[in-house]
């Protein structure tokens, strides 16, 4: 198996400047140290197109772009949708998780997480959970 | 017979109006007179009583539009919301300068811990890493405080509303809204913890779909 390429570009989207702040610092415990940073889908969106990133992880509840917009966005560029994409946000319901499943979420993680379960689903995701 | 009734029917309006004092005397005439002009020939006693009734009735909603027109709304949407959104909004600032505050040292004590190995490193490391896990809960009371602001809102339209139908006849804003778009009823912020899915929750029902 591989190792994960701890070295790649990781995007973190969120609109509380906290919660990019948590993340990247759990990110960086975790090795990951080359994270760019957006605070709304449109945003996000403009960084994937300009960059080269291995992997996504975003909040759902943004103005004026959803993180499901984005979701949807990133799935329907063809140079963007093999990007694996974690969502991470408070929104916990059967409704949510299934319509995040529907536009091709790689994983899901409910607010409020731990450091445990984040560094999970990043290897999972990246194929190796 | 006709007379007698007319004669009670007068006393008992008089005992409402004095009943009622604030309410509108003439808008109660009104009503009779109004009544009284699609009815032909004599009333019977039955049909006087009945008026009465009307009358007392058409008091009683007077005196009721009297009382919510002399409500002061007003203080409701220009002084008690604002004031409980800003408190809202502040306990939102203060947290996030304290969160803040807490993760600029948890940065530090990270800095520490890069400059250290073995078990020191690690406790130190272990340690921030729940203060960074444990920093989230602003996020999360930021989203539940949002929700509460909208619900302060949404009772100061309905305040408005039922004012503007019963009260003094201002215009209010329909308190219902509708047509929501398909996305805005999934964004719905932290589920109450009794009823909310977990993370083990959310792992399960994603493996329902493999």
């Given amino acids: ?129 | 017979m006709a007379e007698q009734d007319g004669g009670r029917l007068t006393e008992r309006l008089a005992a409402i109006r004095a009943r009622h004092p604030g309410a509108e005397p003439e808008m109660v005439a009104d009503v009779v007179h109004a009544v009284l002009a699609t009815m032909s020939g004599d009333l019977s006693a039955q049909e006087t009583s009945l008026l009465a009734e009307v009358a007392a009735l058409g008091l009683t909603i007077a005196c009721a539009k009297a009382e919510i027109a002399a409500l002061r709304f007003d203080d409701i949407t220009d002084s008690h919301i604002p004031f409980a959104t800003d408190e809202l909004d502040a306990i939102v600032e203060h947290t996030a300068t304290a969160t803040n505050a807490i993760l600029t040292c948890c940065e530090m004590l990270d800095d520490v811990a890069g400059g250290l190995s073995g078990e020191p490193a690690a406790k130190l490391r272990d340690a921030t890493t729940r203060i960074y896990e444990a920093c989230s809960f602003q996020d999360i009371t930021g989203q539940r405080i949002t929700k509460v602001i909208a619900t302060l809102k949404t009772i100061e339209a309905k305040v408005a509303y039922i004012v503007a139908t019963f009260g003094n006849g201002a215009t209010g804003e329909d308190a219902e809204r509708t047509g929501e778009a398909s996305e805005a009823a999934l964004l719905n912020g932290p589920q109450h913890p009794a009823v909310a899915m977990d993370q083990s929750d959310i792992d399960r029902l994603l493996a329902s779909f493999e």
């Avoid at chain 1, 408070?90 to 998780?97: G, H, L, T």
């Fill in chain 1, 1 to 129: 198996m591989m190792p994960i390429d701890k070295a790649m570009n990781v995007l973190i989207v969120d609109d509380y400047k906290t919660m990019l702040r948590i993340i990247r610092n759990l990110l960086k415990q975790i090795e990951f140290n080359n994270v760019a940073e957006a605070s709304d889908g449109a945003e996000a969106l403009t960084k994937l197109r300009g960059g080269n990133f291995g992997l996504v992880i975003s909040d759902w509840n943004m103005v004026p772009m959803t993180g499901l917009q984005l979701l949807q966005e990133v799935r329907a560029d063809a140079n963007l949708k093999s990007t694996p994409f974690i969502m991470i946000t408070a929104e916990s319901k059967v409704e949510n998780v299934v319509a995040a499943k529907q536009a091709g979420v790689s994983n899901y993680i409910v607010k409020p997480f731990n450091a445990e379960t984040l560094r999970d689903k990043i290897e999972k995701v990246l194929g190796h959970g």
